[in-house]
């Protein structure tokens, strides 16, 4: 197999850019991009995390013409609301509208102070130990942690929030049984 990966727009090595629209439904349009770019009949669509909500956001687009779909790899992901489904549920779907969605839309203009709280996060361990907390399982190297942080501070915060405020309305459960 030849894998292509992507980035999502303000993850990884891709672009920062604040104008740019940071939604589920664009970042599916990415995804026709660089399926045309491969230049293949079909593709095996693998997505993990926000990437499966992509994924299944491109697939529910795509639903009278999946031609183009070979196979659907779906990891750690969800078909509707992560605040919705992510542990504790109760909690985090009572905590939706009065603290992560004020939280989420403070986010982009004050992304330039949030990138310095990171930096200074990943100076003092901080970053380290919320990695290590949220991500492994206590049989992770310290090279793939340190790998871990260096990577959640490249990312953009503004873009990480208007994605997270995008998952808030995502629900593909209808089109699951057509996929």
């Not at 995804?31 to 909500?53: C, N, P, R, W, Y």
């Not at 871990?148 to 501070?153: D, F, H, K, V």
């Amino acid at each position: 197999f030849r894998i292509y990966a992507f980035d999502l727009l303000g993850h990884g090595k891709s672009d920062h850019v604040s104008s740019a629209e940071h939604t589920l439904e664009a970042a599916a349009r990415d995804l026709d991009d660089v399926i045309e770019f491969t230049g293949k009949d079909q593709v095996l669509l693998a997505g993990h995390s926000m990437g499966g909500m992509v994924a299944l956001t491109w697939c529910a687009a795509h639903l009278k013409d999946t031609s183009q779909l070979s196979g659907l790899v779906l990891v750690h992901t969800t078909p509707h609301n992560p605040f919705h489904t992510m542990a504790p549920v109760a909690l985090h779907s009572a905590l939706q509208k009065p603290v992560h969605e004020p939280i989420l839309r403070i986010t982009p203009p004050l992304a330039p102070l949030v990138r310095w709280m990171t930096f200074f996060e990943s100076m003092n361990g901080m970053l380290h130990w919320h990695c290590d907390l949220s991500m492994f399982k206590g049989s992770e190297s310290r090279d793939q942690l340190d790998r871990m942080a260096r990577l959640s501070a490249a990312i953009d915060p503004a873009a990480v929030a208007r994605f997270a405020l995008s998952m808030m309305r995502y629900d593909v459960r209808k089109e699951l049984p057509a996929l």
